[in-house]
């Protein structure tokens, strides 16, 4: 079947302008994750999604990011006012439900800006 | 708090050399472990987790409880299991899975 998916796959944007990133999880998976991936820091965990709540937001860096989940799917993150040390991969995984289960990755959006 | 700790962040061996990846955790209850693997522009994905005791491509890892270590093993590395390795803890208690930093693993041929 169909895994997670994210598009863009790569995204370039100027220092100030907002982006929005998407990430289609597997069908019936009611977690859903972002996660941010830079170069020699790991997985940076930013935000869960079980349905459409989003019960931990502890993870995102500041006020210019947020996240939503409809429908029990599709969830976008958004970036506002860009800056250059966001520039990153940003990886959305889902599970079945909750953290004990098999987390099933994208391939990431990676995110330039400049 | 939950932690995962991989020590090394790179780690170089030979073809045909055995390979340990080192991970400690720290969490007081019963941990589900797993261990993630990203092979050069592929997506993260799951080698094993501890509660199959499986052998997937010739790797293992033991849970030992008393020294809070899930350490991911094979005998004779090979060239195609270069990749970023990943140890995550799932305590019952979170729904956040908690993932060590990685270590790159490079085998040369």
């Known amino acids: 079947g169909a895994g997670v998916s994210q598009s863009p796959s790569n995204k370039v944007t100027e220092k100030g302008k907002d982006v929005e990133l998407r990430c289609d999880p597997i069908s019936g998976h009611t977690a859903l994750y972002w996660y941010r991936q830079s170069l020699g820091q790991g997985l940076e965990f930013l935000i869960y999604f079980q349905g459409n709540s989003a019960p931990d937001k502890s993870g995102l860096p500041s006020d210019r990011f947020s996240a939503e989940r409809t429908g029990g799917s599709v969830s976008t993150l958004t970036i506002q006012r860009t800056q250059q040390e966001d520039s990153a991969v940003y990886l959305c995984a889902s599970s079945r439900s909750g953290a004990a289960n098999t987390q099933y990755f994208g391939p990431g959006t990676r995110l330039t800006v400049l | 708090a939950q932690r995962v700790t991989q020590p090394e962040k790179l780690l170089s061996v030979f073809k045909g050399a055995p390979v340990e990846l080192k991970c400690n955790y720290s969490?007081?209850?019963?941990?589900?472990l797993f261990w993630y693997v990203q092979y050069s522009r592929q997506r993260l994905q799951l080698l094993l987790r501890h509660i199959s005791r499986e052998s997937i491509k010739g790797f293992t890892a033991d849970l030992n409880k008393g020294e809070t270590s899930f350490h991911l093993k094979k005998p004779f590395a090979q060239e195609e299991d270069s990749a970023m390795y990943y140890c995550a803890l799932a305590s019952g208690g979170s729904y956040i899975p908690t993932f060590g930093r990685g270590t790159s693993l490079i085998v040369h041929p």
């Open positions: 969490y007081s209850g019963s941990p589900e």
